[in-house]
């Protein structure tokens, strides 16, 4: 037998370990051992019972993703879910009461396999999902036949479509868990599948039956689910296929609601929405190892922070630390700034509580961790110090200068920097190891990207405690090289070079946001740069000429400038590329900006023309692709995932696309080359190849072999 499933028998009960660390996923021998095992344990006649448990922290996590890559074609997971869906139908018909015990999490086909056990209990703590959507796919092993069978239609409705695991209370209430056990699980465990053995007649989980009124209930949740996920889920389609699964089970009879599931599985497996989705899942875990920083860096404990800074980011930064459970300090150059930074922050926890996300309590306990000053006392204390101060280089260099005489050799230095030298600010501190940046996205509290910023001296140890901080605040860390505006801000110029040009050449501000809003961005980039402040860009302008550099090669739109001149600096003086009614966030689009794009076009003798939303996403999406091919080349990222995961998490790109790069991937890397060369030919030489890409065109290679 195979040591995937270890096999013994303890007190009467054949106990089925599952080893197959670190998450015990499926792949196709870790299902046949479990099916052997079960086999084992019905031919046992010391065994009245069996019970299915996880080695390690989990039960099972679900089926192992890195499968699918290997399922090429539609008939591959066809065949794949049938032999599936066969192998549970075996274990549901054992003789003998098979009860699965779940501690850490059962997930996807973790929880799939516990369904067709005959009965399940977990660890006080445990979770149970179906998160499959959240890779593009459906669950393929029965779980949208079985699930709606034990809780009804409606929550399983809900855990399928949004893929979020519930907690084994709840679990235990709505009828998907039989029985909760405190203290050891195994012992528990055991002790149910014995009485069961005894008690009561072994149930299969797929003859159960729901009831004409429960059906209708179902089939009723199952148009309302359908109308709210065209609001939230639009241009998916995994959510809808798992809705049209669990419909039909509840119209059909459990075989026929079965198959249904494996074409739907089947035809989601093959999308590029599921592709992108699998992509983004590793990326996301690939992005914490570094090539030169080993697992057994040593990692500083950061139980002290303090922040510089309560504005806008400083404030969101401070919320960060406070909600990891990190005292923080939050300094302010005076009383009046810091008590506005202080009403923003209890502002934004107030917003949270009325959304019942935290009670009175857990946000007075929160807000306590945040200690104003207006002094660097207790700077000497803290592990970690964020400057968050205004975006100038002298500002901050001063900044840095006093930060490395008030604080402990060994604390680290980060800077919010968003474009400027890291390198700077280190010369600065005097303590170059111990300084780096540490460049969050607004709103800080909310955004889950952190790009950790290298700078030349920057210790291993710094980055590798940045890493695990990043982690610990709730945040994907994603190290980055120190060129102006790192990965996220450098190719955001390119991005933002073309939504200008765009809009001198034919096209309006709503059709541009819109255009990219369709394709599945939160916000276009004229609406952002609302919310993030015309007056900001204009500012990192001043300094790049000051230095004789733009951001950016290519023609300068002027009207950003004007704009900035005008004090339209956005959503906070109520007007910036739109309008704004007085306490409002509507965006009303404003005339005078298409005069001013038909003014700039004239001076550069452009003639203005109609232009189709496929040509905004086209230009966009190449400008990004070519300058993240460059930034890739010059190492300023270490992979073309930590690029996607960036602009995933850093600004909201459409997940289902896989991020920037691997949406050019999907393209084709030589159809994204045509097009900057097409583009070169009629825009001009700005437009120019990436030498990697011209390289991977070439050799017929793609950015992640
Ligand atoms: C499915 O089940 C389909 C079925 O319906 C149909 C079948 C026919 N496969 O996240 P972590 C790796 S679809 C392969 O850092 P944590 C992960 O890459 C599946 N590998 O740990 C990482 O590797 P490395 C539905 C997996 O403690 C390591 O394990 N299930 C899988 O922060 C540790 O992972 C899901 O979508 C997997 N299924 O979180 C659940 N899972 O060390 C996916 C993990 O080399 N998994 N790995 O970087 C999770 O959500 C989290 O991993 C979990 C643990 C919450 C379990």
Redesign the pocket.
Known sequence: MSNLVRYDVQNGVAVLTIDNP??N??SPEVWEAIEAAVARGVADPSAVAMVLIGAG??FI??????IFDVLKTREDSLA??AT?HALLKRLEDATKPLVAAIH??A????L?IALACHFRVAATDARVG???V??G?????G?TQRLPRLCGAQMALQMCTDGKPVPAPRALAAGIIDDLVEGDLLTGAIAFATAKARAVKIRKTREITLGIERVRAGLEACEAARAALAKTARGLGAPFAAVSAIEAGLQRTFDAGSLREREL?AACVVSTESKALRHL??AE??VA?VPDIPKDTPVGEIKRAAVVGAGTMGGGIAMAYANAGIPVLLKEVDDAALQRGLATIRKNYDVTMSKGKMTAEQVEKTMALITPTTSYDGFDQVDIVTEAVFENMELKKATFAQLGKVTRPNCILASNSSTLDIDQFAGASGRPSQVLGHHYFSPANVMKLLEIVRGRDTSREVIATSLKLAKRLGKVGVVVGNCFGFVANRMLAYYMREAYLLLEEGASVPQIDRALTEFGLPVGPFGMQDIAGIDVGARIRQYLTSIGKTRAEGPQSAIPDRLYAMGRYGQKTGAGWYKYEPGSRTRISDPLIDQMAEEEAAKRGLERRPIADEEIIARITTALANEGARVLEDGYATRAGDIDIIYCHGFGFPRASGGPMFYAETMGLATVLARVKEYRGRFGDYWEPAPLLEKLVAEGRGLYS
């Open positions: 670190p998450v996923a499926l922290s989990t996590a679900g089926a192992d993703i890195k794949r879910s599936i850490g999490n997930l996807g086909g973790g799939e179906q998160p499959e959240l890779l796919i459906i669950p393929g092993a779980g599985f899942f590793f875990r690939e190892k």
